[in-house]
């Protein structure tokens, strides 16, 4: 397998690996590579939808998403499916997968299946390079700090929401500063999807710090952009990235088949 970096903070394209009835090995290297880089692409990946299951059994348990259509036949496949009269694009924020849920997603495995003839890149952005450069003293506070993240802007069917105030879906309490549970490295670990308020603050006084974090943690210093062709593979950590996809592509269709792997309670 070939490692080649995106960036100098995030992403690298692997390259001479097949996913597709891979051994325990190979899909432990690729792994390896997930949790240096934060986001892997693989490219020309010909994947069946067993294929896809089977690959993301290697590392975990399939965690099923409650808010997308599943593939017929599959539910363990997530449909991401853009239709040509859409007005947003689902993802069309900074956020993380799940992170709602009280054990977030450790990975999302994303196969393209119809793309738009442009647009419809994802960025990622290095939560570990975020955490790294912010100052000592803001590093102290934050390390302090727990954060509500509430699935309310799902639950209400509005994509347009972006975060409800009163909390009616699931929320979950994660540090604001998580270490990664194989790795042990830090990261910054609240998004502008899904996070509330701080523990223990109001929202309102919450909403200074918070929107300066999500400014701060998403600048292209820490990003990188991935373009899909047919048969693309992209793979995320969802401790380790936020994600955005960029909505420049509407009156076309995109489907994307997603599997996310089940993670763990995270930890200061
Ligand atoms: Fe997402």
Redesign the pocket.
């Known amino acids: 397998m070939k490692v080649r970096k995106l960036t100098g903070t995030i992403g690298a394209e692997l390259s001479e690996v097949s996913l597709a009835g891979c051994s325990a090995e190979t899909a432990k290297a690729v792994q390896e590579a997930l949790f240096e880089h934060g986001v892997v692409v693989l490219r020309d990946q010909n994947l069946s939808h067993e294929d896809h299951i089977a690959f993301a059994e290697h590392w975990g348990q399939i965690d099923v998403n409650r808010f997308f259509t599943p593939v017929p036949d599959f539910p363990q496949i997530a449909e991401v499916r853009t239709t040509p009269d859409q007005k947003t694009v689902i993802?069309g924020g900074w956020?993380t997968?799940h992170s709602y849920d009280p054990a977030p997603a450790m990975a999302?495995i994303l196969v393209a299946r119809d793309l738009p003839a442009f647009g419809g890149d994802t960025c990622f952005a290095s939560q570990t390079a975020a955490y790294d450069r912010l100052s000592p003293g803001l590093k102290e506070t934050l390390e302090n700090l727990s954060a509500w993240h509430s699935d309310g802007s799902f639950a209400t069917g509005d994509p347009e929401l972006k975060v409800r105030r009163d909390n009616t879906g699931v929320a979950s309490l994660h540090p604001v500063v998580i270490r990664h549970p194989q790795t042990g490295q830090k990261a910054l670990y609240v998004n502008g999807d899904f996070t509330t308020h701080f523990d223990g603050w109001s929202v309102d006084e919450s909403a200074p710090l918070l929107q300066y974090l999500y400014r701060y943690c998403t600048q292209p210093a820490f990003c990188c952009r991935v373009s899909y062709a047919p048969c693309t593979v992209v793979i995320w950590d969802n401790r380790l990235v936020q994600?955005y996809?960029v909505a420049d592509y509407q009156g076309q269709a995109r489907l994307m088949n997603r599997i996310t792997v089940e993670g763990q309670p995270l930890t200061a």
């Open positions: 993802g956020h997968d999302s994600h996809a």
